[in-house]
């Protein structure tokens, strides 16, 4: 069956004409039938011609299902007007053109031709001189169910097409959607990784330009304080290289992709990458280095204050993640723009909730859509941001009206939800 069929799809033409020859010879054989002591009608010629004009047109059915189905009922029609006995071979084209109809146009439309094939066929039956022989029921039954076959049989062929068009579309769209899928979780990882690298790099390269200048300008007055800087400035660039290290270790994991989350779910970031050759790394950094950051920021020169309200709650790590970078990019901003050594950050735990404020005293500064503090396009209020919105939170920042610059953001204690935006402080 399956060989006939990729036959038949190769090679429609030839199928077709194999059917057609097939009818023909049905519907010629179905003219000589007739009922025991009775007479064939004597228009053998008219009714062959009918007879091949009904299958010929059958050879146009893929292109004009309608006419054809059009011309073979008039032709059926003709036959038994003369006096033909209904038989189904004899309806054989008639009902080949019924399925193809049915089972290349709407339903609608077949329908509509099957009603009106079903009363003209039935009519000519009921008027033909066999009503005495054979009973008005059978004359009506008979080509009922015969002409009802095929048109059943075409409209279940349609439905499996269309079926199998329908699970064809579904599959395409799912390996579209897999693929777009894909590309995204891909460009979000990069914009991650990129914030990542930025936000390292910034920060400790900021701290280690402010440590080489106060170094350089206290070496001859301050010898011991000069030393005790390029120590810290050691610490600084040595950092650098540990969290460099830890975050480029992510494009070289040969982990499979994880599975993909489900919709309207906000994925965390890992606890801390894998390392390479099997060496641990540091953990991804989180609130509690807090002092550590705030006494690296004292090397470089500024003076950071850390208060907090509220007890103190775990943070998810991808949150706890977000916290640290946002105060350490506000902490760089300050130590590379703002003309003051202070700055203060304020901790605020909520029972959902946890809102840091990062403000210093220096002069105001202009803020640029790009979302850097410097007057020229950069990313960090932007990464601050994207950083923010990422677990679920907000961020706002810009100057303060008595002087100064502010960074004030959200973030939920735990997994986004209907709460965990509800704005920033003023």
């Known amino acids: 069956m399956a060989r006939l069929t990729k036959t038949g799809v190769r090679h429609p033409f030839a199928t077709d004409l194999a059917t057609v020859l097939a009818l023909m010879a049905c519907a010629t054989f179905g003219i000589w039938l007739t009922l ?90 009921v008027a033909t001189e066999h009503t005495d022989v054979v009973t008005l029921l059978l004359q009506t039954v008979g080509p009922f169910c015969w002409l009802l076959l095929p048109l059943t049989a075409g409209d279940m062929t349609r ?36 914030r ?82 099997g060496l641990p790394l540091a953990p991804l950094p989180g609130l509690s280095r807090l002092p550590e950051l705030v006494s690296v920021c004292a090397s470089a020169g500024l003076d950071v204050v850390v208060t907090t309200d509220g007890e103190r709650r775990p943070l998810l790590p991808g949150v706890d993640l977000t916290a640290y970078r946002i105060v350490q990019e506000a902490l760089t901003n300050v130590t590379k723009h703002a003309a003051t050594t202070t700055a203060r950050v304020h901790l605020h735990y909520t029972d959902t909730r946890v809102w840091i404020t990062i403000t210093d005293d220096g002069p105001a500064r202009p803020v640029t859509p790009l979302g850097d503090d410097t007057g020229k396009a950069g990313f960090g209020l932007t990464g601050m941001r994207e950083r923010a919105a990422s677990v679920g939170g907000e961020l706002r920042a810009g100057p303060r009206p008595e002087d100064g610059f502010e960074v004030a953001t959200v973030l939920p204690l735990g997994m986004p939800g209907p709460h965990a935006s509800e704005g920033v402080p003023a």
Not at 47 to 64: D, E, F, P, Q, Y
Not at 249 to 275: E, N
């Open 36 to 125: 025991p002591d009775g007479k064939l009608p004597q228009y053998d010629k008219v009714t062959v011609g009918l007879v091949a004009l009904s299958c010929l047109a059958l050879l146009k059915h893929r292109t004009h299902p309608r006419t054809v189905a059009t011309v073979t009922t008039g032709c059926t029609v003709a036959i038994l007007s003369l006096g033909y006995l209904l038989t189904p071979l004899l309806l054989a084209p008639l009902m080949a053109a019924l399925y193809w109809l049915a089972a290349q146009t709407d339903r609608r439309t077949a329908r509509l031709h099957g009603v009106i094939v079903l009363v003209a066929v039935t009519t000519v039956a």
């Open 196 to 277: 990542e690298l930025h936000d390292i790099l910034a920060h400790h390269m900021a701290l280690a330009n402010a440590q080489a200048g106060t170094a350089a300008h206290l070496v001859l007055t301050h010898p011991e304080q000069t030393r005790t800087i390029l120590t810290d400035l050691t610490g600084t660039t040595s950092a650098a290289l540990r969290e460099l290290k830890a975050t480029l270790g992510l494009l070289r994991q040969d982990d499979p992709v994880p599975p993909a989350p489900p919709a309207g779910h906000t994925p965390s970031i890992p606890s801390a990458p894998k390392a390479e050759a």
């Open 159 to 194: 439905l499996r097409r269309a079926y199998i068009q329908a699970v064809q579309a579904r599959a395409d769209h799912a390996e579209r959607t897999r693929e777009e899928e894909a590309r995204l979780r891909v460009a979000e990882e990069r914009m991650r990784i990129a």
